[in-house]
């Protein structure tokens, strides 16, 4: 396998390392940085996301801002289908790996959505959660957990390629009737 030495790049999370201390690959120094880009997703040295998550709303706003501007009355079923298709996947690409744990940073991102559903005009005036139910959406917090909930099952059923005894363990109920297990996270 070939490796572009001048692609690679260096990150230390969790803490400083002394600066003197050098990667090397193939004769060639490893340059050390505060961030890298990587499939898509901004990751910093301490792991915060701050940097994507400003950089996913920047562009989900941008796309916002093309949907309003070219798109003066919505069709409801037009709406939908051109918010799902447009604006949603930038919001929820690679969730699972950079979604906030902060909520300033959960509310920026949930932000994109209340004021997406704010351009059909009729419903403007409804609280957010009405809005959605009358769209037939649901919050992003919600699909997060969902997707959540489904990785995890897919991990415990071995549809993964991933070893659920290194992250999660199993125990079944106490109780015999019930036909689940308890699950224990290890990290």
Not at 22 to 46: M, T
Not at 150 to 176: R, V
């Amino acid at each position: 396998m070939f490796v572009n030495e001048n692609k690679c790049r260096a990150v230390h999370y969790f803490g400083k390392v002394e600066q003197s201390y050098q990667y090397h690959l193939a004769g060639h120094s490893i340059l050390p940085v505060e961030n890298v880009r990587d499939l898509g997703v901004h990751f910093d040295s301490s792991l915060r996301f701050d940097k994507h998550v400003s950089e996913v709303t920047r562009k989900a706003n941008y796309q916002l801002l093309c949907l309003r501007r070219n798109f003066r009355k919505f069709n409801l079923r037009s709406f939908i289908a051109i918010y799902k298709s447009t604006v949603r996947p930038l919001l929820e690409y690679n969730s699972s790996v950079w979604y906030p744990l902060n909520k300033n940073g959960r509310a920026r991102v949930e932000k994109v959505q209340q004021r997406t559903t704010k351009l059909v005009p009729y419903l403007k005036h409804l609280p957010y959660e009405n809005r959605l139910h009358r769209l037939g959406l649901s919050s992003l917090q919600f699909r997060r957990d969902r997707a959540d909930i489904i990785n995890t099952f897919h991990i415990i059923k071995g549809i993964d390629n991933i070893i659920s005894t290194d992250l999660l363990e199993l125990y079944p109920s106490p109780d015999f009737r019930l036909n689940y297990n308890h699950i224990y996270c290890l990290l």
